[in-house]
């Protein structure tokens, strides 16, 4: 089973992080927009049960998504489920109508701007994003995905990343729960 191990941090000041990152040997790739459609389940309330269902909506790519319950309280580690789509934009159009023939209704959606890149820390991979999230800001996330046995090991490493780049407090809350957050302020 696949866990996705995460740490987010929102970031006040990208110029000072993305030389930070330059000087960890962090190369961020091009700009990718995302744009992530979520979905309420028809018999129990994700948003209770703390889970995800997204289809998620690239230039080059369409993948659906399911995470899990956090597992932990100082990150946002979960069981992920990705399946990518080959038929593209038309394959998305007609998965979402089976979600909603089943009856899964619309949660919302997010729209981003991501540039990714990757750094090694203690042997282990990590994937780095930066997002320009829209009605939102800029947040960095730390991510490994490992299996169950390596959660803690990875845990620990993306801690210690995120201490030795000073990225100040996580945020546990999802894109989406911010999202809301934000609309309902205004």
């Not at 089973?1 to 190369?27: C, H, N, P, Y």
């Not at 299996?147 to 000073?166: H, I, K, P, Q, T």
């Amino acid at each position: 089973m696949a866990i996705e191990v995460e740490m987010k941090f929102s970031v006040s000041d990208e110029a000072e992080l993305r030389q930070r990152l330059t000087k960890w040997g962090v190369d961020l790739g091009r700009s990718e927009q995302q744009v992530d459609s979520y979905f309420s389940h028809p018999a129990r309330d994700f948003s209770s049960t703390d889970e995800a269902l997204r289809i998620r909506r690239t230039e080059s790519r369409v993948e659906v998504t399911y995470k899990g319950p956090r597992l932990d309280e100082r990150t946002k580690t979960r069981q992920e489920i990705e399946v990518s789509l080959a038929g593209g934009e038309i394959a998305a159009t007609q998965f979402e109508q089976i979600l909603r023939v089943l009856g899964f209704g619309s949660a919302g959606e997010v729209t981003k701007s991501r540039r990714v890149g990757h750094l090694q820390g203690r042997g282990r991979v990590v994937t780095v994003a930066l997002d320009q999230v829209d009605g939102l800001g800029t947040f960095l996330e730390l991510e490994s995905i490992v299996c169950s046995a390596d959660v803690a090991e990875a845990r620990e490493n993306l801690e210690r990343l995120a201490r030795e780049l000073d990225l100040g407090v996580t945020e546990r809350r999802s894109y989406l729960e911010l999202v809301g957050l934000s609309s309902a302020q205004r």
